[in-house]
């Protein structure tokens, strides 16, 4: 670190004042500037990080358990509606994820029409988990719509793991099959780590692969493939025109699906990242600091509005089902934001459903395809 760097972060300590604020000190201007005069040099230049084992801490399952909340800031009703004339702006997760579909439909056809062959996506179903069978029906469809090869193997939920890597297997050494992705979660039985391992490096678009996140980590190599649901976040607050460099942004949840890839995918943009998870101190006061929240523990209506400093652009990943008498299946989707209240506070905001959901898939979809285009030569 350069001797003015060195010289603002003591500074800063002794005023007790974050180095990330809407209004930088002008020595902290001039380094943010020759940062970015410095252009596509920075690609070439970015440092790598070491790390140890003995640095890695317990492996504490989270186990989240909000605290109750006062009856003063009670949910309201469903039906009482919101003014979005004037409130955040609503970020359109299905319109964004058409824009994909029809891209990789193009590139899918121009591939059919160059070498012969269509992307092949297999899908190793364990169960009978309801969601777990919804979440394959869009994964199909989609490869559908696209003109992608999809196959499912499904297994009962009393199979052994030997099994579901024998089914793992088959796919890998399937030459039609460019992608192979096990649908999560596994019966509590099974070693879902041992299974995820046995998915070919090359083949491996869900982005779960060692090597892939240890090289997303490592911010001067490049994946061969980065989670869908992470680029999926970062596709939501880029199409929406949010800035990301030196912004700070709280992610909430610290999963190997959401929360660890978005963070380190944040990381390479040059945004300052705070992760909270169920054992953090104080995840109110953090989140309401941030710039940029997005929320993927997996409870409902966790954030509230009063988690949001005025402004802050929200990405809630949350897909939590609610009972609701109303509804046709006796309950709906909704997702760790309390949407009714933050829609007041932030400047936008994903829905749930409609928002990170279809671009999720959208992702999986374009990662089979970029898997597809090395196979046969016509990556850019």
Same mark, same amino acid.
């Given at each position: ?10 500074? *800063? ?7 990330? *604020? ?11 500037? =020759? +940062? ?29 358990? /909000? /605290? /109750?909340?006062? +009856? ?15 409130? =955040? ?9 058409? &824009? ?26 364990? $169960? ?27 297994? #009962?939920?009393?199979? *052994?793991?030997?099994?579901?890597? &024998? ?17 999560? #979660? ?27 996140? $240890? ?34 942004? !709280? ?14 995918? %944040?990381?390479?943009?040059?945004? *300052? ?6 054992? !953090? ?34 990405? &809630? ?8 008498? =109303? ?7 909704? $997702? ?21 959901? /279809?671009? !999720?898939? +959208?992702?999986? %979809?374009?990662? !089979? ?12």
């Amino acid at each position: 670190m350069g001797g003015a760097a060195v010289a603002l972060l003591a500074a *800063t300590r002794r005023s007790s004042i974050p180095l990330v *604020t809407s209004s930088l000190p002008r020595a902290a201007r001039g380094l943010h500037e =020759a +940062a970015a005069a410095a252009g596509e040099d920075k690609a070439r230049t970015r440092r790598r990080r070491s790390s140890s084992s003995s640095f890695l801490g317990p492996d504490i399952t989270d186990t989240w358990d /909000p /605290p /109750p909340r006062p +009856a003063a800031s009670p949910l309201p009703p469903r039906a009482a509606g919101v003014d979005y004339e004037s409130t =955040a702006t609503i970020i359109d997760g299905k319109s964004i994820a058409e &824009d994909i579909r029809l891209q990789v439909a193009e590139e899918v056809l121009q591939m059919k029409n160059a070498v012969g062959h269509v992307p092949g996506l297999a899908v190793v179903l364990v $169960g009978d988990r309801k969601d777990s069978q919804s979440y394959v029906r869009f994964k199909v469809k989609g490869c559908e719509e696209v003109g992608i090869k999809s196959l499912l193997a499904e297994l #009962p939920r009393n199979c *052994t793991e030997d099994e579901v890597v &024998d089914s793992v297997s088959r796919f890998n050494e399937d030459p039609s099959v460019h992608g192979v992705l096990v649908q999560l #979660p596994l019966p509590q039985h099974m070693d879902e780590q041992k299974i995820l391992n046995a998915i070919s490096l090359d083949k491996d678009v869900d982005g779960f692969h060692p090597l892939n996140v $240890g090289n997303l980590a490592l911010r001067s190599r490049k994946p061969l493939f980065v989670s869908c649901a992470a680029k999926a976040c970062l596709e939501l607050l880029l199409q929406s025109g949010i800035d990301l460099m030196g912004k700070h942004v !709280t992610i909430i949840g610290r999963s190997k699906v959401v929360g660890l890839p978005t963070s380190l995918l %944040l990381q390479r943009h040059h945004a *300052t990242v705070s992760v909270i998870h169920a054992y !953090t101190e104080n995840p109110e006061e953090i989140t309401r600091g941030s710039d940029i929240v997005i929320s993927a523990a997996g409870v409902a209506n966790l954030v509230r509005g009063s988690w949001l400093k005025q402004g802050a652009v929200v990405i &809630d990943v949350g897909t939590n089902p609610v009972e609701d008498p =109303a509804s046709d299946f006796g309950y709906r989707l909704t $997702g760790d934001v309390c949407f009714e209240e933050a829609v007041n506070v932030a400047s936008a905001i994903t829905p749930v459903p409609g928002g990170v959901g /279809p671009v !999720t898939i +959208a992702m999986l %979809l374009a990662n !089979t395809l970029d898997s597809a285009k090395r196979v046969y030569g016509l990556s850019d």
